[in-house]
């Protein structure tokens, strides 16, 4: 395993100066004007991070309403006898609520369970491969749809939420099985 | 779906704070209006005529825990000073204290500018001993602090978004150049036999199929700020394919799908952080569970797709 990962994160520092140094480099050979084509290129960006503002506004405000609310904590107790029979740990159920919701919110949670657990508590471990194995759904939704003014998003949300809970049940049984916790 | 699970996040957490305030309010936890028993010592000499004088606050924890009915303790003494103000002489703990709740809150509400835990000492007889002290009434905590989180993370909405705005240009320049020079061209014929299947309304030479190769492949490697503009740039080429202005395709859903997802070699940066060598332990699992996640998001995404309402609202239906 070791030796995978060092492979793949050697490889991982040249993508980015292959991407930097190929295309600028790629294009001269094909004799395309490079610096006119970025400039060109580039003008959208800012255009683009505006067109972004409200739908992340919209999306962050509310979910920071609802972490703020304390909503969490009655939620988690709704939810824990529900889960406690499919054998999903109540420890980890603020995770999984939080994990589609706000990036920096479940890497704070993961820093807590740090805390209160220690770093080779099976919890901790199932709330990195939590943290570590899925994007923040909502995030990814606002940037992405808002990037081109997609206002209906249609059955994206959805999806998202199942492929999110899906990866939740199977984070806590893949570490349940490879650490026999 | 969206407009439901925004509406119900806003309504749900007004429902819920005003719970939990009117439950603090009947159950009195921050005891209003009621002094809150504590000894005073000063260290340098007690002064009458001084407006401000430093102070040890020490509470005693059983008469702590019977007073605000919680199993929390405080330190042993708080640094602080009184102050002579116009209602009366003013106690005041330092900026800072470590304090234990519910004090802590009664801090933040109402501590306005200054950051220090303030009240009013009543029964206090120079020079120290034994004294009352009571605090600002604290009510509607949760209902404030959802208002103040909704105006911080409005802020931080637009942060993030202009923060994006030096990366974007980058890539979005790049990506002009792989464009002009022929490269995402290329780069679509050579993924083709894998991403046509997953986007079947993409024809089979459109430069979008290379934007998404190139966002999976920064996803893949780990690369967060190099892939978000390479799938804004995959949603707008999808975007020149819609019929609607306002509407996604099956395209795009099936496209965030996959980004959402996430399949990562690298651990992301901030895991290697926190947990240190660790980490590759849990890159396996990672691995197993994001690839499991994305096949599930996948079949989501395309049989979501088929269900009749969400057909019919489809831009690129065939009439």
């Known amino acids: 395993m070791e030796t995978v990962r060092d492979a793949i994160s050697l490889l991982s520092y040249f993508v980015l100066p292959l991407i930097l140094v190929g295309f600028p480099l790629y294009g001269l050979f094909k004799r ?24 992340l506004v919209a999306i962050l ?22 889960l406690g029979l499919i054998g999903f740990p109540a420890e980890l159920l603020p995770m999984a609520i939080i994990r589609s919701l706000s990036g920096s919110g479940s890497a704070a949670l993961v820093v807590d369970m740090i805390n209160q657990y220690g770093q080779d508590s099976i919890f901790v471990k199932m709330a990195s491969v939590m943290y570590g194995s899925s994007e923040t759904t909502f995030y990814v939704i606002a940037v992405y749809f808002g990037a081109v003014g997609i206002r209906k998003t249609r059955h994206a949300v959805p999806a998202g939420l199942i492929a999110d809970a899906a990866a939740m049940l199977i984070a806590v049984w893949t570490v349940r099985l490879l650490f026999h916790g | 779906m969206l407009n439901y699970i925004w509406a119900g996040l806003i309504i749900s957490s007004f429902l819920f704070a005003i719970g939990y305030d009117i439950r603090d309010i009947s159950g009195d ?30 509470i005693a924890p059983d008469q702590y825990a019977s007073f605000y009915r919680t199993d929390q303790a405080p330190a042993p ?19 800072g204290s470590k ?19 303030q009240g009013l000492l009543t029964g206090f007889t120079p020079p120290g001993g034994t004294a009352g002290v009571v605090f600002e009434p604290v009510r509607f905590v949760k209902l404030n602090a959802i208002a103040s989180a909704a105006l911080d993370f409005a802020k931080t909405g637009a942060e993030i978004a202009l923060g994006l705005v030096g990366v974007l240009s980058l890539f979005l320049g790049l990506l002009k150049i792989a464009e002009d020079s022929g490269i995402v061209f290329a ?44 799938g804004i740039k995959a949603m707008e080429e999808l975007q020149k394919l819609n019929k609607s ?30 947990m240190g060598t660790q980490v590759n332990t849990l890159i396996f699992p990672i691995l197993i569970t994001s690839v499991l996640g994305m096949i599930v998001a996948i079949v989501a995404a395309r049989l979501l797709g088929r269900l009749p309402g969400y057909r019919g609202s489809d831009p690129n239906r065939k009439a």
Do not use: C, W
């Open chain 1, 32 to 55: 395309v004007p490079v610096y006119e084509s970025f400039v060109e290129g580039a003008k959208e960006g800012f255009q683009v991070a505006v067109r972004i503002i409200p739908y």
């Open chain 1, 61 to 82: 405000f509310a979910i920071a309403m609802f972490r703020a609310s304390g909503a969490m904590e009655a939620l988690t107790q709704v939810l824990n006898p529900v």
């Open chain 2, 29 to 58: 936890k921050y005891r209003n209006g009621q002094p809150l028993l504590l000894e005073l010592a000063f260290p340098e000499g007690y002064d009458s005529a001084a407006r401000r004088v430093a102070v040890e606050i020490r």
């Open chain 2, 77 to 95: 003494s708080y640094p602080g000073y009184l102050l002579q103000t116009k209602e009366g002489t003013q106690l005041r703990f330092a900026a």
């Open chain 2, 99 to 117: 304090l234990p709740e519910p004090l802590a809150t009664i801090g933040k509400v109402s501590s306005s500018r200054d950051g220090e835990l």
């Open chain 2, 187 to 230: 780069l679509v014929k050579l993924v083709r036999p894998i991403l046509r299947p997953l986007f079947p309304e993409v024809p089979a030479d459109h430069p979008a199929l290379g934007m998404i190769a190139l966002n999976l492949t920064a996803t893949l490697f780990g690369l967060g700020n190099a892939a978000t503009p390479f």
């Open chain 2, 245 to 274: 202005e306002d509407t996604a395709t099956n395209s795009m859903v099936m496209l965030m799908a996959i980004n959402t997802a996430g399949i990562q070699l690298v651990p992301p940066v901030l895991l290697l952080a926190l």
